[in-house]
């Protein structure tokens, strides 16, 4: 694995201690990506790990491919901001769901270029705002932590020559990559006078409306026709819409094309009312206004316009269409220069500006053509003025959000960004309970060769493995290192049955793979949900998807054959374990397509302890006393009556939203078909279940259970 700005050997300031003299360590690795974090790549001497006896985990085997978690934050962009989709429209970021395709970039050959890319996860957070201005207008509101892509490389938006915050930050020096946005647009998305507009370039670009006599012998007729055929489906509907709008009926059906031209569709209507009403709408006014402008360049475009080997004309033969073609043009300030054919009457308005001028014609007229907007395959070469003329602090914190996407980037406001990896919540081992365990991140680089060799002993009784008892395996050095494809290619080949818990959407990555190895042994998924309320879970797991995120990761999980297991945990005592908060999370769980939970009430081992009861302070100073109640001393579980009197709570609502585990009971035991691994009565289990009450009772425990991570 290569990673820009690594710095290899131990760093006494930042390692564990003694890791220096950890043995099977190769080197330590830090880089601006994931700044303030060092990677202590290890060869491990063992990769199955079995759980102590005393244990109350239903589970005997455990796989830890790293060691502390690197969900540090560093969040991001306001939920305003713009993002390219791969149809080349822009969203805004809210907008922006996981599994939608949007564009990136990567280095193919000599050039950077546009590439199409899949959002693989998305995460909110609260932080500072700061405000990135651009020579041409355009203006990013995004954290400090944000990185954009400059013509000396990746910087941070703020940060500092030296000391604890040094790294690379943006200056009135750096200019960005991409094409940038320019002023904010401020019009209404359909004002009546953009829909004029629209209707007019379109029906005078590309329409027919004519008006005859008759004459059939008998009496003489007035004929009123209008048509309006088109190749492309979007602007015709757009236009059908529009005129319904009108009130004015058309209908649809096949026009008739020569042998070879792609099918056309035709608009019709005969009726002389219709029609009139339509050549009024058409009129060109005398004052123009912005709207009516940028409907008109929009409607003109899907008529007659083209953009090829990104080129965008407009072309046409009539001389007053043709003046406001460059009317509009100007209008918005862009650069146009009119070109006439030598054999024809057509002449076209040629844009000028390269992409960052196509980008900002197709956001002002909003044509109705998707092909058009197309930029894959393009350089991302800048022509527009991006370089930074200000990075104002603005003092204050906002709501923010972050994705992750394949390529590692995407387009902002017009610009290259760079994204974060998924990000889950913090997890504590037993290393430290902060900082170090945030920044000093053990990865065993080895870890499945090691497993093969494990499963591969004769005394190896293949018993369920569980994967994401310590620390999260699809944690953000995930997306670096990729040690989860081949610990499930390892577990499949020996025919070891294993589950996954996790609390990030990055699982989806591997769903291909884990569909594949369901159908060679039985294969458990769980996801980890603790906190439905979006105002405490963005301050108790400020780095975590949100709920909906991960419910989504359950639906997608589902959708693949899988019976996914939720675990509500951990329930917070005050905070989470009320009647009305339990009932809104297990109808959303439900309504996910999980069909079990595994709650528990709220563990808090030495040293998270710490930290947690640090968190309390700050944010529910109220309830310190309380819990220090509850968790005396070295105590780490609630006390029996609390977990009890929870019980008693829960259960009715598990039957009552049929995720207690009967209906896993409504399902055949026996082998697992292929592809549905995790559809069997014995599946949703961890593992050996370690029964709880009546020895001889069928049914799948949901008691409490023992959380292995703080949340």
């Known amino acids: 694995m290569r990673w820009q700005g690594q710095k290899l050997g131990v760093d006494d300031t930042a390692a564990l201690p003694g890791m220096e003299r950890m043995d099977g360590l190769v080197r330590s690795v830090t880089t601006p990506e994931f700044a303030g974090m060092t990677f202590h790549e290890v060869l491990a001497k063992t990769a199955l790990n079995r759980v102590p006896g005393a244990s109350a985990m239903p589970f005997d085997w455990t796989v830890n491919p790293y060691r502390g978690c690197s969900h540090a934050c560093a969040y991001c962009l306001s939920p305003d901001t713009l993002i390219m989709t791969a149809d080349g429209r822009h969203v805004p970021l809210r907008e922006v769901k996981i599994d939608d395709e949007i564009i990136g970039t990567q280095k193919q050959g000599a050039y950077r270029r546009f590439v199409r890319t899949t959002v693989t996860a998305k995460w909110p957070t609260r932080k500072r705002a ?33 000391g604890a915050n040094q790294r690379p930050y943006l200056t009135t020096s750096n200019r960005l990559q991409g094409f940038g946005l320019g002023t904010p647009i401020a019009h209404p998305i359909e004002s009546e006078d953009r829909k004029q507009g629209y209707v007019t370039g379109m029906i005078r670009g590309d329409g027919m409306i004519f ?109 007053e269409l043709l003046d406001l073609i460059e009317e509009g043009f100007a209008h918005f300030g862009f650069d146009a220069v009119r070109e006439s054919k030598t054999t024809t009457d057509v002449c076209s308005v040629r844009l000028r500006g390269g992409l960052a001028a196509r980008q900002r014609f197709f956001r002002i007229a909003r044509p109705a053509l998707p092909r058009i907007l197309d930029v894959v395959g393009t350089a991302v070469k800048t022509s527009s003025d991006l370089r930074v003329i200000a990075v104002e602090d603005l003092g204050y914190e906002i709501d923010m959000i972050d994705i992750s996407t394949g390529t590692g980037d995407f387009i902002a406001n017009g610009v290259v960004s760079h994204n974060c990896f ?109 906190v439905f309320d979006d105002a ?5 797991e400020p780095g975590t998807p949100t709920a909906e995120a991960r419910l989504d990761t359950v639906r997608a999980a589902t959708a693949a054959g899988f019976r996914v297991t939720v675990f509500l945990m951990p329930i917070l005592p005050h905070l989470t374990d009320s009647v009305a908060a339990l009932d809104h999370a297990l109808g959303r769980i439900r309504a996910a397509g999980a069909t079990r939970v595994v709650y528990g009430a709220l563990h808090l081992r030495p040293g998270a302890k710490e930290w947690f009861l640090q968190w309390l302070e700050r944010e529910h100073p109220e309830l ?88």
């Open 211 to 319: 008006h005859r006599k008759y004459d059939d012998g008998h009496r003489v007729r007035d004929i009123h026709r209008f048509r309006l055929a088109l190749a492309d489906p979007e602007p015709l509907a757009l236009t059908r819409a529009y005129m319904d709008d009108l009130d004015i009926q058309t209908t649809q059906r096949p026009f008739t094309v020569p042998e070879g031209y792609r099918p056309m569709t035709a608009l019709h209507t005969a009726r002389s009312a219709d029609i009139a009403r339509l050549e009024d709408h058409i009129r060109v006014p005398q004052h123009r206004s912005s709207e009516w402008l940028a409907g008109f360049l929009g409607g003109i475009f899907d008529a007659e316009g083209s953009c090829s080997r990104g080129i965008l004309r407009i072309s046409n033969a009539n001389i």
């Open 624 to 711: 310190v006393s309380s819990y220090r109640g509850l968790y005396p001393g070295v105590s780490a579980q609630a006390p029996q009556a609390y977990r009890r009197w929870l019980g008693k709570r829960v259960q009715p609502l598990l039957r009552m939203h049929r995720l207690d585990g009967w209906d896993e009971d409504d399902h055949p035991r026996g082998r697992p078909q292929p592809g549905l691994a995790a559809r069997t009565a014995t599946t949703p289990r961890l593992g050996p279940v370690r029964t709880t009450g009546s020895a001889a009772s069928a049914r799948p425990s949901v008691a409490p259970a023992s959380e292995p991570t703080l949340f």
């Open 536 to 540: 405490l879970q963005r301050s108790l």
């Open 130 to 162: 700061f405000r990135v201005t651009l020579a041409d207008g355009t203006e990013i509101v995004a954290s400090a932590d944000h990185r954009f892509l400059t013509e000396r490389g990746w910087k941070f938006v703020s940060g500092a020559m030296q």
């Open 422 to 530: 998924a990000r889950k919540t913090h997890e504590y081992l037993d290393l430290d309970s902060g900082a170090d365990f945030d920044s000093q991140i053990v990865v065993k680089i080895n870890v499945a060769d090691v497993l093969r060799s494990e499963l591969r002993r004769g005394s190896w009784a293949r018993e369920p493995v569980m994967l994401g008892t310590n620390t999260d395996p699809y944690q953000r050095a995930e997306g670096r290192y990729r040690l989860m494809p081949d610990i499930i290619d390892a577990l499949a080949e020996n025919r070891t049955p294993f589950s996954i818990l996790t609390k990030g959407t990055l699982l989806r990555r591997d769903l291909p793979l884990l569909t594949d190895a369901a159908k060679e042994v039985r294969v458990t998924l769980a996801m980890s949900i603790a």
